[in-house]
C-alpha cells in the first residue's frame, strides 16, 4: 500500500469505512445508501453526490472495482488493496474501542 492511499483513507471518513464495508459483496450504490441507513438505524445518510463521487475516487484509486451493468445501475466490489484499506482502518476502530473501556 503506497503513502498516498495511506494519507488519504486511514482514518478513514464514515462514508468510505461504510462504503467498503458494504462491498465486500458486489453492489450498487442505491443499494448501499439502503444498507447504511439500515444498519445504522438511520443516523448515517449518505448523499446519491456523495456516494457516486465516493464511488468514482475509490475506483480511481483501486480500492474497488466495477463488475458489470445491470439495468444502468454500476455494480462493484471491494478490491484487495480495498480489504486491506478496511482492516487497517477495522483495527485501528478496535483499538480505540480498546482504550475507551481501560478509560472508563
Do not use: W
Request: net charge positive; with cysteine.
Amino acid at each position: 500500500m503506497d503513502a498516498h492511499i495511506r494519507k488519504v483513507y486511514v482514518p478513514m471518513t464514515e462514508t468510505s469505512f461504510y462504503i467498503l464495508l458494504c462491498l465486500r459483496e458486489e453492489s450498487h450504490g442505491y443499494n448501499i445508501v439502503r444498507k447504511v441507513e439500515k444498519v445504522t438505524d438511520g443516523e448515517i445518510r449518505i448523499s446519491p453526490g456523495t456516494m457516486y463521487g465516493s464511488l468514482s475516487k475509490m475506483e480511481k484509486d483501486g480500492l474497488i472495482h466495477f463488475v458489470r451493468e445491470e439495468e444502468k445501475r454500476k455494480i462493484y466490489v471491494i478490491s484487495d488493496l480495498g480489504r486491506q484499506v478496511l482492516e487497517l482502518e477495522m483495527k485501528r476502530i478496535e483499538r480505540l474501542y480498546r482504550t475507551m473501556m481501560e478509560v472508563r
